[in-house]
């Protein structure tokens, strides 16, 4: 049987660190603040803000919600953009993404500053994740990966990741900060080859491909770390993984579940990336 990676205990460390924190703020007369900014009212967007107002709400960080309609015209998006990027009050922000077509995504992102931008849409957060991870902040998601992976004790020094999936989201930048971890790093993708023996070779691997339950038990060997990052439904509308986690979760040495694993942490690496976010501009502020 594998050991559970269980996203709970993780979100209840993370609480742990960032309630000081949030308090030595507070006593500062900074309230962390986020912005949420969403375009119509797709369902995964709402059940997720949901989520991190609850999130937010229990560590004492605000949300401002910014709910445009989904036909809300570019120049009044960017201008939405623009007043968070300009506003000393609020320290993070979280785009929902896709934004509809006749948007045109990169030049919304382009309008937050780095400094705010918590969930690594900005081409400097991004540049940073290749680079030295100062500028900016990586993706929640992949972050959340890393955390797991910390916060299990996964040693990652000269281990062999197999990473499938290549998003800005997740596949590449947590493959950048596995690599500034000094794992080997192997990305696959739609058009890999032997994907199965590829992954039965490694000592972790990461899936994130969205694709409900497609890794079985091929594409893994005993004692493997495995993330599944995927958020699917299957056809009987059950929220499930990209990995079949019953066939899997007997062969390997620990796997995360889906509910409960990687999402969970992805909503507090949101806080926890506002949190630092705010400290940051404090100290920029006291330079
Ligand atoms: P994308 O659709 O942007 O990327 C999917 C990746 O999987 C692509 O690189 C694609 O390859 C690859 N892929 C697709 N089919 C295969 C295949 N048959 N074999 C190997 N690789 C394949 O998805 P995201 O990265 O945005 O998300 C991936 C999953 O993670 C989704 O289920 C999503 O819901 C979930 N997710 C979960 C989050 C969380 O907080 N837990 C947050 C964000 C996403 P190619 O590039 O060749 O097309």
Known sequence: MATLLAGKPVVERLARNLAPRVERLKAADIVPTLAIVRMGERPDDLSYERTAMKRA????????????????????????????????????????????????????????????????????SLGSVFTDGRTGFPPCTAAACIEILDHYSVPLVGKHVVVVGRSLVVGKPVSMMLL???ASVTICHSRTEHLEEICREADIVICATGRARAFDAEFFSPGQTVLDVGINFDTHGRLCGDV????????????????????????????AHTVEAAERAQAERSE
Not at 65 to 90: K, N, W, Y
Not at 256 to 269: Q, R
């Open 244 to 271: 079949d986690f019953d066939k899997v979760e007997p062969l390997v040495g620990a796997i995360t579940p889906v509910p409960g694993g990687i999402g969970t942490v992805t909503t507090s690496m949101t806080m």
């Open 180 to 182: 500034r971890r000094n």
């Open 57 to 124: 709400e229990s560590l004492g960080i605000a949300v401002r919600s910014v709910a445009l309609d989904e036909f809300t015209p570019q120049s009044v998006v960017e201008a939405a953009m623009h007043d968070i990027t300009h506003d000393a009050g609020v320290h993070g922000c979280l785009l929902f993404r896709p934004l509809p077509s006749f948007v045109s995504e990169s030049r919304v992102c382009e309008l937050l500053v780095p400094e705010k931008d918590i969930d690594g849409i900005t081409l400097a």
